[in-house]
């Protein structure tokens, strides 16, 4: 994935709504009006279309992008269109600012392709590196959303807890970050107890990956749920259910991503990466139902039922960054079905107590078209998730509220600035820039209301 450099026969590609579509083609000589109507473009959302210059050869290019309902209802409009393009190399033009940033962007993550096990055929329009807005960037956030792409995309014999901690360590290699890995037993001597219990049926062994990078500016700690895959352990889970489970580490993929963008373009902040990769399997040691287990911070936590095991592995993880009190922390993670029901699998949901934090990233979400949406720390449901004979309860029945309630759970072992995400991991169906499988969701909101968020520059 990357930007070509400019030459002289790379086409230029004019965007046009379907407003302004009939004023630009009555600019045009007879001849692209003939091959513009031969080709039935009207300016309607992802058409394109390749019009002749004076000679008969291409002279330039036109996509559409419908109407105002058009940009309301699909993000990466530019992207769908450029996809139809013949191959060969493209130049943007007429688009500033944000609205260049998105097409550019798009175009690039509409390029993606996971071609581990297959080759892929690639895009065959190549853009090249726009003028008028930081191309460094766009590049740092496609290669951050590429990553989490991968690591979702890979099934879970080839993206266990080891093969996500080499991945870590990759990507710390690449930015002079450092890397520390506690594994297995070493787990209960360090005192994770819950991040070993989930772990340790599985033959590949269960770790906390603790990435460090920045010296300078405010401390933001990210946590990513990264359950390598989950057959919901004793309280397994039927095969409906399961068939998605390689993304369960969706989350530390996310964070990863992120990782990624913040370190490639130098955002200010001493950051901190922790992620609890484990694979939640079935075998005679598996922790069971009606189990007590105490948690890193000392709060004891009853399980009734062993496929909520994502808020296990975090609540440790959430204590253990929590001690160094950092200015912001911040989880992500496919925790619940229930987010789901709520938003749906485009909508990225994110808890926090902060009014001020929230609206920033409200904010950014919508300029950078990376949709978010404030869910409540509801305190009164508090009750749910104490069970008397322990402190905490892991899974409460009931049905109600299961990403409030699992939300509230990571609450009591987080930082006192905190803010949770309850995110999908994945695209249902093949859309403008995202094809179907695995996706990040709030990792480009994040990055761009950071500065708001944390006071930076």
Request: with cysteine.
């Amino acid at each position: 994935m990357q930007f070509y450099a400019d030459s002289p026969a790379a086409l230029p590609v004019v965007p046009l709504s379907s407003v302004d579509w009939p004023d630009y083609l009555a600019k045009l000589s007879s001849a692209q009006q003939t091959w513009a109507g031969l080709s039935g473009f009207t300016g309607a959302a992802g058409q394109a279309a390749v019009l002749p210059d004076a000679a008969g050869a291409p002279g330039c290019a036109v996509i559409g992008l419908g109407d105002d309902r058009s940009a309301r209802r699909s993000r990466f409009i530019v992207a769908s269109a450029a996809a139809r393009l013949p191959a060969g190399d493209y130049r943007l033009t007429g688009l500033s600012g944000a609205a260049l940033e998105e097409a550019a962007l798009g175009w690039l993550l509409e390029s993606y392709r996971f071609d581990r096990y297959r080759k892929q055929t690639p895009m065959a329009a190549r853009l090249v590196r726009p003028d008028g807005v930081d191309a460094d960037r766009i590049l740092a956030i496609a290669g951050g959303e590429c990553l989490t792409r991968d690591l979702i995309n890979t099934p879970a014999q080839d993206m266990g807890p080891q093969e996500l901690e080499a991945a870590a360590r990759s990507l710390a290699s690449r930015h002079k970050a450092t890397i520390t890995v506690i594994t297995g037993d070493d787990l209960l001597s360090q005192n994770f107890p819950m991040i070993h219990a989930v772990g340790r049926a599985s033959d590949r062994a269960p770790r906390l990956i603790d990435l460090r990078w920045g010296t300078r500016g405010p401390r933001l700690t990210l946590v990513g749920k990264g359950v390598c895959f989950d057959t919901g352990g004793l309280d397994i889970k039927p095969a409906s259910s399961m068939g998605l489970m390689k993304k369960d580490m969706g989350g530390a993929a996310t964070v990863l991503g992120l990782a990624h963008m913040i370190m490639a373009t130098g955002v200010a902040v001493q950051l901190r990466v922790l992620i609890p990769a484990v694979e939640n399997a079935v075998a005679g040691n598996a922790f069971r139902p009606q189990d007590i287990l105490t948690s890193r911070k000392g709060l004891t936590v009853e399980i009734n039922n062993t496929d909520a095991e994502g808020r296990l592995v975090l609540a440790d993880a959430l204590a253990y960054g929590a001690e160094e009190q950092p200015d912001l922390m911040i989880s992500m993670a496919t925790l619940t079905g229930a987010a789901r029901v709520a938003v749906g699998p485009d909508l990225a949901p994110f808890f926090t107590d902060f009014d001020a934090d929230a609206a920033a990233l409200a904010k950014a979400g919508q300029e950078v078209r990376d949709p978010v949406w404030r869910m409540p720390f509801h305190d009164p449901y508090d009750t749910m998730i104490e069970p008397g004979i322990a402190d905490l309860d892991n899974a409460p029945g009931g049905g109600m509220a299961g990403s409030i309630t699992a939300a509230l759970f990571l609450r009591r072992f987080a930082a006192d600035r905190y803010m949770h995400f309850d995110i999908y991991g994945w695209q249902p169906s093949a859309a403008p820039g995202r094809p179907k499988g695995g996706v990040g969701q709030g990792a480009r909101a994040l990055l761009a209301a950071l500065p708001d968020m944390l006071g930076i520059k």
